[in-house]
């Protein structure tokens, strides 16, 4: 069970000298108070006690601030403890050249669920000055800095989750799950309750008792965005008070497969090293952080179960960056596409190396680099990154053993694009089994007995790391274009949409890990990757993607190319006049800068390179090895990543407490289901995310109503839904695609994904219906038509209907019959045609209920054992005041309801 925070609820109240921020879990039950002093004109001085507050002893401590700090009879105002502001979290806390402020999540909004934890956006925010007006000093540029960082819309794509850990993947909460018991144990040891236990010394039995052990990692620092918002109080209250968000996107649907729901969840995670805008952050920075730096996690589970324990869940992670070289664009020029400059020669690839050497340690091996820029050029522009990039990925490679090595995959999209013979999304399909084959995917369960019996050809060759509790995605997929916005989604989308086939697979949902376009499915999850695609594109770029997956399947409307046009515009003109004011409050909300006193301010530095670049501030002491460049350590658990290998310096990172099974605190029922709250089926989050059903199931469905089923692209439910005129169309379409051929296998594509940018050859590889829509042929007379309307038992049901049952089903009938007959004890007249059938005693049911007779027609009550007498008696004497005396199950008993109670 993961150790949930659960401080959901928080209240501030304020007095002349301190503020009092009340955090409570969700059922209310529970209570933290934290002090923050209000004398201070430019320090922070916050106090945590640390203690766990009931309902009532928090009523008491507010009445009793409240009725010592009143005002004398006679003066305005009877209250001394004033509501200031209610709140879901802290931000952080921020000071710029006066005294710090507080940062409230005052509104959320429910964007996910994982195994029962919620994930939340941020709706709205309140900052709060913390000195009161007697101790303040004023600073004429305060409220210029407060504006800058108030350009920072909280209010746009930043997430967080009370229990859930956003910045790491779902394979390493639960690899960190899974860590022995043993471990746990030496580890618990060293994490006392901080609170007085009288029973602390007896501890809890944890194989087969009431313990249960948690456990708390430490949050990956890169995708933490409010990370130096926290620092000041970080090592000061306690971890429940912590919130940390990430930026990015995050999107969930559903997916039914007759009536099954399958949450397709798409989270982004954005680096906040070297985070900015596009033309103003390029490459990679001394430390090999790389600007535009998202990873990318799909996640498929069954939400019939919650438990992550005993349900199914599957993630597969991908990423995109940057080329990690020094390279930058002058915009000064006004120009679309201003030149691209190499700023520092780097023969030794130091600044690649430092960035693989981030990514071997958190993803493993092999990574695999997709390079989508142009190759062929009158002018040198986009030539010069793959040049550079292969030369450092070559140096590389030399040092690393062949197994391990890093894989180049250059590929000209844009040239492909173009040529009217091949089909884009085909060369990317190739390119996409290939690399899912290489890393393989998580997924926490092992493989169906159907799988191992019957298995598919591409399954026995799929790689990453197979383990007893499933398979381990072992390596990552790294793809770039120049800008790593348009082509680079549209290569993400086919990559995922090829794992997602393979973790439907594994979760024995489909019979073969292959996923046609056209089908509900796909396009639910087209849809998810054109909405992660246009908010990463706003958030870097300055507007939303201008090619999309339709665009290079090209059947993109007409009316899309206006679309396309604006788009272009919105980003040049983003890019031109508002990305400079961008950066500065990115630079000033992330701790890149820090305003003091007498230094020069933001708005005057010419440029923030030395901001990001600490290597120009300060000569590093120890110099990384040209050859031995990666982290000692890593190479020797390759494949597996550094970051879910159980060592030491990994344990360091966890705290492990020992929790009662039944606390609140891991009660996930509780947490998901809210018994305490009056809630209503239209705010309920399951029925308002995307349906596959409802939203793009045809309603006039007849044949087949699965997700798997190839359609018209313009048949949706929102298209169809009450368009009678397109029935008979609809109805012609599904027999046509029913009976199309196949669409041709991977081999027929004949380029290799390693030569399809080196060679000039247009005409190689047909195109294929495999991502090209359905072609409906014309129809015969009307009457034919009417025909197919009127379908038979065989379409609807697959089976027809005779007149007269076979003897087989009425044999099963009768059993049927003999069912509700034991059950029941009804006519003996029944019980005799049965009997002619010779079906007697085939089936004999056993009451398991304590009534001897319990039936439609009567109820026995129940005769109470001796035992239970007996308890009744006790109940019945102690009443009357005649005690027994208690045994040592009673005084255990007794320990267990004062520890839970109170302590």
């Known amino acids: 069970m993961a150790w949930s925070k659960r401080e959901s609820g928080l209240v501030a109240w304020c007095l002349f000298q301190r503020y009092f921020l009340v955090g409570s879990n969700p059922a209310e039950t529970k209570y933290r108070v934290l002090k923050i002093d209000r004398t201070e004109p430019k320090d922070l001085v916050i106090i945590d006690d640390k203690h766990v507050y009931t309902q009532q002893e928090v009523r008491e401590l507010l009445g009793r601030l409240d009725l010592g700090n009143r005002t004398k009879i006679g003066q305005k105002g009877s209250s001394g403890l004033s509501r200031a502001v209610s709140a879901f979290g802290i931000v952080g806390f921020i000071r710029f050249l006066e005294g710090y402020y507080i940062v409230l999540i005052t509104k959320r909004r429910k964007m996910a669920d994982i195994g029962g934890h919620a994930i939340y956006k941020i709706e709205d925010t309140n900052m709060i000055y913390i000195p009161n007006d007697s101790v303040r000093v004023t600073h004429p540029d305060e409220a210029r800095y407060l504006r800058i960082f108030q350009n920072v819309d909280l209010s746009s794509n930043f997430y967080f989750s009370y229990s859930y850990d956003l910045s790491h993947s779902l394979q390493y909460n639960l690899t960190v799950l899974r860590m022995p018991l043993e471990i746990l144990k030496t580890e618990t040891t060293q994490t006392r309750q901080e609170s007085f236990d009288i029973f602390e010394d007896e501890g809890l039995s944890t194989q087969g008792g009431s313990g ?56 982004a995670r954005r680096s906040s090293k070297f985070a900015g805008t596009r033309f103003l952050k390029r490459g990679s920075n001394s430390e090999g952080d790389v600007a535009n730096e998202v990873e990318t996690e799909q996640i498929l589970y069954d939400a019939s179960v919650m438990s992550f324990s005993a349900g199914s869940y599957s993630s597969y992670v991908q990423v995109r960056g940057s080329v990690p070289l020094y390279w930058s664009q002058d915009i000064s020029t006004m120009m679309p596409k201003p030149p691209i400059t190499l700023d520092q020669a780097d023969p030794f690839a130091h600044i690649a190396a430092l960035h693989f050497d981030q990514m071997l340690q958190r993803f493993g091996s092999p990574i695999i680099i997709l390079n989508l820029v142009k190759e062929r050029e009158k002018r040198k522009h986009e030539r010069i990154l793959s040049e550079e990039l292969v030369a450092a990925v070559t140096y590389l490679n030399q040092f690393l053993p062949p197994e391990h090595a890093i894989i180049y995959i250059p590929w000209d999209m844009a040239k492909y694009t173009k040529s009217k013979l091949c089909n884009v999304l085909d060369r990317l399909n190739v390119i996409a089994e290939s690399v899912v084959k290489k890393t393989g995917f998580f997924v926490n369960r092992p493989d169906s007995y159907c799988n191992v019996l019957r298995p598919d050809e591409k399954w026995n060759e799929l790689g990453g790391c197979v383990v007893s509790t499933g398979r381990l995605q072992t390596g990552v997929l790294r793809t770039n274009c120049v800008d790593c916005l348009d082509r680079t989604n549209t290569a993400q989308f086919m990559v995922g949409k090829c794992a997602l086939a393979y973790q439907l697979y594994s979760l024995g949902l489909i019979d073969k890990p292959n996923l046609q376009f056209d089908t509900d499915a796909v396009r639910l999850f087209e849809e998810l990757y054109e909405d992660h695609g246009d908010t990463l594109s706003l958030q870097y770029g300055g507007s939303q993607l201008v090619h999309r997956v339709k665009t290079y399947r090209k059947i993109a409307p007409w009316t899309q190319h206006s679309k396309d046009i604006m788009q272009t515009l919105s980003r040049y003109y983003s890019n031109a006049f508002s990305d400079a004011d961008r950066q500065e409050s990115i630079n000033l909300f992330l701790g890149v800068f820090k305003p003091v006193e007498g230094k020069p301010h933001l708005w005057e530095l010419p440029t923030d390179f030395y901001l990001h670049h600490k290597n120009t501030l300060s000569l590093s002491q120890t110099r990384r090895s040209y050859t031995y460049w990666w982290t000692t350590g890593v190479l020797k658990h390759l494949p597996l990543p550094f970051d879910e290998v159980t060592c030491a310096e990994n344990r360091r990172k966890l705290t492990v407490k020992k929790f009662h099974k039944y606390e609140e605190e891991i009660d996930i029922h509780n947490e998901f289901f809210r018994p305490y709250e009056l809630s209503s089926f239209d705010e309920t989050f399951c ?47 599904r027999k046509t695609a029913a009976s199309a051929p196949p669409p041709p296998s991977e081999e027929a594509v004949s380029s290799s994904s390693e030569d399809d940018s080196g060679t000039d050859k247009e005409d190689e590889g047909a195109v294929s219906q495999r991502s090209t829509p359905v072609k409906v042929t014309d129809a015969g007379d009307n009457t034919k038509i009417t025909e197919n309307v009127v379908q038979s038992t065989k379409d609807v049901y697959g089976v027809n209907l005779s007149d007269v049952p076979s003897e087989d089903d009425i044999t099963i009938y009768a059993r049927f019959v003999q069912l509700g007959q034991s059950q029941h004890k009804q006519d003996k007249s029944s019980q005799q045609f049965c009997s002619k059938h010779q079906l007697d005693g085939v089936i004999n049911l056993i009451p398991i209920s304590s009534f001897s007779q319990d039936n439609i027609y009567e109820v026995q009550p129940p005769r109470a054992d001796r035992k239970s007498i007996e308890i009744f008696h006790a109940h019945i004497q102690a009443g009357k005041g005649n005690m027994q005396p208690l045994g040592k199950d009673d005084f255990l008993m007794y320990r267990e309801y004062i520890r839970n109670r109170y302590l």
């Open 212 to 267: 249960v052990f948690g456990i708390c990692s430490k949050p990956y620092e890169k995708y933490v965005w409010n990370g130096k918002l926290l620092e000041a109080v970080k090592n000061t209250v306690h971890h429940d008070w912590l919130l940390y968000i990430i930026h990015g996107f995050c999107g969930q649907s559903k997916l039914l497969i007759y009536g099954r729901p399958i949450y397709v969840t798409l989270i």
């Open 687 to 733: 029925l308002a995310m995307t349906n596959s059903t409802r939203d793009f199931m045809p309603k006039n469905v007849g044949i087949d109503p699965s997700p798997f089923t190839v359609r018209k692209p313009d048949e949706t439910g929102k298209s169809v839904l009450g368009n009678k005129s397109n029935r008979e169309e609809t109805v012609l379409q």
